[in-house]
């Protein structure tokens, strides 16, 4: 009967797990915890991962491997795992977070001198002729001032949605409460990003790529999207310069004539308040 080498871990071997040619020895039957946290079996605090990201567990001759978390993204060999348990073979890749991670089911390769290509991406809106650059760690969309993709439509949220360059490509993460589509669907956990995945935001329909941009498509860092009926885009400007409209000065304006009236009133009382009284202290 043939043995199958790259599945079953051989008995009485140590299996390894590899992180910047650190090795993490695997016990028989056990598991490891690989985070930030305290809880952590192993803790790497600069591989941007969540306090517990991922466990793996050994057990009858086999590895096995599972996010902790359903917001805790992980791949192996560049497919996001499930939230099951996925079984390892002698030399896969991990990625979480900014780190890179390899399983050894026997002797330990030589993984050294392997370069990582830069993670590069765009979100690519087809209408306006732009592509977003996802050159950051965290790319913010919303309506808030201080996100990447300011979204000037009633359907959009403060912080609607995230990408984050994570577990070797990019992550699309959103609250709960806001509505984002990928291809067609509502998701509620992170999902890793495809080349040519559909992306929509309010009514913003935005495309996910990794190739290099076709002739007359124009890259922005930072972005300001009005509503949909538009079709336009503005140059960001900052929520501390950004001028107010027609309507919110003149409003200001009609607001502040009462007022004025309300302190003059106040101001006369005032004074005949403090003559009375002088002229009491005074008396006849």
């Known amino acids: 009967?043939?043995?199958?080498?790259?599945?079953?871990?051989?008995?009485?071997?140590?299996?390894?797990?590899?992180?910047?040619?650190?090795?993490?020895?695997?016990?028989?039957?056990?598991?490891?915890?690989?985070?930030?946290?305290?809880?952590?079996?192993?803790r790497l605090r600069r591989a941007d991962l969540m306090p517990r990201h991922f466990v793996v567990s050994t057990a009858n001759d086999r590895a096995t491997i599972?996010?902790?978390?359903?917001?805790?993204?992980?791949?192996?060999?560049?497919?996001?795992?499930?939230?099951?348990?996925?079984?390892?073979?002698d030399g896969d890749v991990i990625s979480a977070g900014s780190g890179?991670?390899?399983?050894?089911?026997?002797?330990?390769?030589?993984?050294?001198?392997?370069?990582?290509?830069?993670?590069t991406g765009h979100l690519l809106d087809a209408q306006r002729q732009s592509a977003l650059s996802l050159h950051r760690v965290s790319t913010g969309i919303g309506s808030d001032e201080s996100n990447d993709l300011v979204i000037e439509n009633e359907m959009a949220v403060s912080f609607h949605a995230e990408v984050r360059r994570e577990?070797?490509?990019?992550?699309?993460?959103?609250?709960?409460?806001?509505a984002v589509k990928l291809n067609g669907h509502r998701i509620t956990t992170p999902v890793l990003l495809s080349e040519g995945d559909e992306v929509e935001?309010?009514?913003?329909?935005?495309?996910?790529?990794?190739?290099?941009?076709?002739?007359?498509?124009?890259?922005?860092?930072?972005?300001?999207?009005?509503?949909?009926?538009?079709?336009?885009t503005q140059p960001f400007v900052s929520g501390a310069t950004r001028s107010a409209p027609l309507s919110d000065v003149s409003s200001a304006l009609t607001l502040r004539a009462p007022m004025r009236a309300v302190a003059f009133v106040s101001s006369v009382i005032a004074a005949v308040a403090i003559a009375t009284?002088?002229?009491?202290?005074?008396?006849?």
């Not at 070797?168 to 609250?175: D, Y």
């Not at 009284?277 to 006849?284: A, K, S």
């Open 1 to 42: 009967m043939k043995h199958d080498t790259h599945n079953r871990i051989e008995s009485g071997r140590m299996t390894w797990l590899e992180y910047n040619e650190a090795l993490q020895e695997l016990q028989g039957n056990g598991e490891i915890v690989v985070g930030t946290g305290a809880q952590a079996t192993w």
């Open 66 to 89: 599972c996010p902790f978390s359903s917001e805790a993204v992980v791949t192996v060999n560049g497919r996001q795992l499930s939230a099951g348990a996925t079984e390892l073979r």
């Open 100 to 119: 890179e991670f390899r399983f050894w089911a026997t002797t330990p390769g030589d993984s050294r001198g392997v370069a990582r290509a830069p993670i």
């Open 167 to 178: 577990a070797g490509g990019h992550v699309l993460r959103t609250p709960g409460s806001a």
């Open 201 to 232: 935001i309010a009514d913003l329909q935005l495309r996910y790529t990794r190739e290099p941009l076709a002739d007359g498509i124009r890259q922005t860092t930072m972005e300001r999207i009005t509503s949909e009926a538009t079709a336009s």
């Open 277 to 284: 009284l002088l002229f009491l202290h005074r008396g006849p």
